[in-house]
C-alpha cells in the first residue's frame, strides 16, 4: 500500500514537536518522514545547538533507514509541527544522493500535492564538477 503525500506530511509534523533543553539548543523543530523503496517509513528531528554541532530532521530520519540497512528513499517530507513544509536544504539534498545515487529519483514533497525529483532540486552534484575539471 503506498503512502500519501497528506500521511507522510501528517507523519513528519507529528514528530515535529519544539523542546528546548537548554539557552542555546532546541530539539524538533523540524521533523522528517521518508518513506524507503521497500515501503518503510522513517521519521526524524531537527536538533538545532550553538557552534553549528546540530542537523536537519532528514539527517536523523537518514540516519534512522541506514541503521536498517536500507539506502534507497522514495519520497521525503520535512515539516514544522503545523505541516508547514520545507524543503531540504543544499546539505541534506546532497545527504539524499550521497546515500545512494539512485536516489536522484527520489520524490520531494515541496507542497501539499507537489513534489519534485531530487535531480531537479541537485542538478549539479560537486562529484560532477571534480570531473569537469579533470
Known amino acids: ?74 519520497k521525503i517530507v520535512a515539516t514544522t509541527g503545523d505541516g508547514t513544509i520545507l524543503p531540504p536544504c543544499g546539505r541534506c539534498r546532497e545527504m539524499i544522493y550521497e546515500i545512494n545515487e539512485e536516489n536522484l529519483d527520489t520524490e520531494i514533497i515541496v507542497e501539499k500535492d507537489k513534489t519534485v525529483r531530487l535531480k531537479e532540486l541537485l542538478p549539479r552534484r560537486w562529484q560532477e564538477t571534480w570531473d569537469l575539471e579533470s
Open 1 to 74: 500500500m503506498e503512502i500519501s503525500n497528506e500521511e507522510l506530511i501528517k507523519k513528519a509534523a507529528e514528530v515535529a514537536k519544539l523542546k528546548k533543553v537548554s539557552e542555546d539548543v532546541r530539539i524538533g523543530d523540524v521533523g522528517c518522514a521518508l518513506v524507503t523503496d521497500n515501503g518503510n517509513i522513517h521519521l526524524g528531528v531537527s536538533i538545532h545547538a550553538c557552534c553549528g554541532i546540530g542537523f536537519c530532521g532528514e539527517h536523523s530520519a537518514i540516519a534512522s533507514m541506514v541503521t536498517n540497512k536500507e539506502y534507497k528513499i522514495k
